[in-house]
T-cell receptor
Framework: LAKTTQPISMDSYEGQEVNITCSHN???????ITWYQQFPSQGPRFIIQ???TKVTNEVASLFIPADRKSSTLSLPRVSLSDTAVYYC??????????FGKGTKLSVKP | GAVVSQHPSRVICKSGTSVKIECRSL??????MFWYRQFPKKSLMLMAT?????????EQGVEKDKFLINHASLTLSTLTVTSAHPEDSSFYIC?????????????FGEGSRLTVL
């Protein structure tokens, strides 16, 4: 399973775009890259998943370079409700995802 | 998206008693479910993989006799914390994949907060 490295915390203001980069140097060929969001006292919630290049859905974009050793989650125009911990995970083809420490995003008014 | 539900969401028990937490996949079948625990301000730690119709697979350092897992049907897995002690107080979260395991996309329950007095 890929070991991931993310910034421990990030601060932003409402309306700004936030980019969180994750390193996963030993990601396997078959591994997908998945990002989850977790609010306090709740289970993680799936945000977006990708294999390579760019993926976009209604809440975020995910950029993955050709070497797949990193990925960047982009949250457009964040609001206060986006304050949460964001986890980047690589692998989990057997479903047993190993969570890293995540990035605590604080959005300020 | 798929829904995974846990019950109870909160439980308080006395030291030495056993507590059962249920994890249900509401709109899909899950032959595999995963149990995590999370301490305050810490990340999720995978405890075990629950397999329908067979024994659970425990991660290193997790006592299988302490944390009993039963996956008797395709929609229900239970975690029983036996002879609970205050150090077992934690947030327990289950998850399940609804499209097989290959994509790594999991759906998580709401979590169950256990407090052992």
């Amino acid at each position: 399973l890929a070991k991931t490295t993310q910034p421990i915390s990030m601060d932003s203001y409402e309306g700004q775009e936030v980019n969180i980069t994750c390193s996963h140097n030993n990601i396997a060929t078959n591994d997908y890259i998945t990002w989850y969001q977790q609010f306090p006292s709740q289970g993680p919630r799936f945000i977006i998943q990708g294999y390579k290049t760019k993926v976009t859905n209604e809440v975020a974009s995910l950029f993955i370079p050709a070497d797949r050793k990193s990925s960047t989650l982009s949250l457009p125009r964040v609001s206060l409700s986006d304050t949460a911990v964001y986890y980047c995970l690589g692998g989990g083809s057997q479903g047993n995802l190993i969570f890293g420490k995540g990035t605590k995003l604080s959005v300020k008014p | 998206g798929a829904v995974v539900s846990q019950h109870p969401s909160r439980v308080i028990c006395k030291s030495g008693t056993s507590v059962k937490i249920e994890c249900r996949s509401l709109d899909f079948q899950a032959t595999t479910m995963f149990w995590y625990r999370q301490f305050p301000k810490k990340s999720l730690m995978l405890m075990a993989t629950s397999n329908e119709g067979s024994k659970a697979t425990y991660e290193q350092g997790v006592e299988k006799d302490k944390f009993l897992i039963n996956h008797a049907s395709l929609t229900l897995s239970t975690l029983t914390v036996t002879s609970a002690h205050p150090e077992d107080s934690s947030f327990y979260i289950c998850s399940a994949p609804d499209r097989g395991l290959s994509t790594g996309e999991l759906f998580f329950g709401e979590g169950s907060r256990l407090t052992v007095l």
